[in-house]
């Protein structure tokens, strides 16, 4: 019986051992400059972040133009889409995330879009979040849209991952001061545009939140503009809601 509850123990010891080289390891791969730019954009303060709302505009000239206003509750993650079906017509819908497999195919298309309008709002949290990214940083390298250069930090999706990212890039190209001043975006599969190209312009604070709202450039050579508009968060044990300024 001793010897059994050793070995146990030993075992135990081993695979807390594994995870702690583990643990180690993924925190040697993840270049620091990562968790300074989400603490630019604010991180430190996300658990007091009871709400988040604003509406993403995006155009690209001859391709399409959309307008979706959100409100993310990041702790049940509960999100309100208000916008227009594919007919037109007014559209307004209510879900959780996390019972997402058991709606219909509409809810799931209207939720492919809060990721990508999502990401564009906070990607600096996403790519501190997604551990499962690849994340490499090389110093000073010249800006693919306008003049100057700063530090590339690139964050590369496995392509075998699930959801809606898999083997997708992102590009950030970040000033002295960790403010991301351009994003490249390469698609990883076989969906348009494949190249994007914007400036990470227009901060805004939005209560302990710092957000970019204003996006120009280019989507696989093709004129681009994203833009985020009334912006506004809701801190925990507050019903005000406080606008970007």
Not at 20 to 31: D, E, G
Request: include cysteine; hydrophobic fraction near 35%.
């Amino acid at each position: 019986m001793t010897n059994s509850r050793c070995g146990k123990a030993l075992r135990l010891l081993l695979v807390f051992g594994l995870l702690l080289l583990a643990v180690n390891s993924w925190a040697q791969q993840r270049p620091p400059i990562l968790k300074q730019i989400a603490e630019t954009y604010g991180i430190d303060s996300w658990d007091k972040i009871e709400a988040i709302r604003y509406t993403w505009n995006g155009e690209v000239t001859g391709l399409f133009k959309a307008s979706r206003t959100w409100t993310w509750e990041p702790k049940t993650n509960k999100v309100t889409f208000e916008g227009v079906d594919k007919d037109g017509k007014p559209e307004k819908v209510t879900y959780l995330r996390s019972e997402l497999s058991s709606q219909p195919d509409a809810v799931k298309k209207v939720d492919s879009g809060f990721i990508n309008d999502n990401y564009w709002a906070l990607f600096p949290f996403h790519a501190y979040w997604d551990t499962s990214a690849t994340v490499t940083e090389q110093s000073m390298q010249k800006l693919p849209i306008g003049t100057g250069s700063a530090d590339l930090v690139s964050v590369k999706y496995p392509s075998e991952a699930g959801g809606y990212t898999p083997g997708d890039t992102w590009n950030l190209y970040v000033g002295k001061d960790n403010r991301i001043e351009v994003l490249e975006f390469h698609h990883g599969g076989d969906a348009k545009p494949s190249l994007v190209i914007a400036t990470w312009a227009g901060y805004k604070k939005a209560g302990p939140l710092l957000l970019s709202t204003e996006h120009r450039g280019t989507a696989d050579g093709k004129p681009l503009h994203i833009s985020l508009t009334n912006v506004a968060v809701k801190t925990v044990g507050t019903n005000n809601w406080m606008d970007a300024k």
